[in-house]
C-alpha cells in the first residue's frame, strides 16, 4: 500500500506543471461559461480575456496604385491628422486647398498651409 502511494506522490510531483496548466485551464473555460451566458456576450468575454491572448495583432496595409503617364508622383503626409495621399494634387483637392501653397509648403517656403503642415514621405513607385 505504501509503495502505491509513493508511486502516486511522485507522479504528481513529476507532472506538477500539467496539472497546474490544465486546472489553470478549467478555472478560465468556466469563469469565461459563466460570464458568456449567451452568445450575445462573446465580445465582452473577448474584451475580459484580452490581455490574455498570446496571439500576435491583426495588422492592415493599405496599397494605393494609381495608373498615371509621367512622374507617379509625392506621397504626402499631414502631420495633424495622419492621413497619408498618393500626391500634393490629391492632397491640396481633398482638404481643399492651394496647389501652388501646398508646394511651397513642401519646399520650405512657407510653414504651413491652411494651417496644416505636410511631410513628403517619398515618392510613388
Known sequence: MNKKIEQIKKHLSDNKVAYVSGGVGILVGAAGMM???SASDIKAVQEVF?????KPTITQTQITTLIRRG???NLIMCDQTGVQFASQNHAAEL???SPTNLSQHLNGKQPSVGGFTFTKIGEMA
Do not use: E, R, T
Request: hydrophobic content about 50%; aromatic content about 8%; proline content about 14%.
Open 35 to 37: 460570464i458568456v451566458g
Open 50 to 54: 484580452a490581455p490574455l491572448s498570446w
Open 71 to 73: 512622374h507617379p508622383g
Open 95 to 97: 482638404m481643399n486647398l
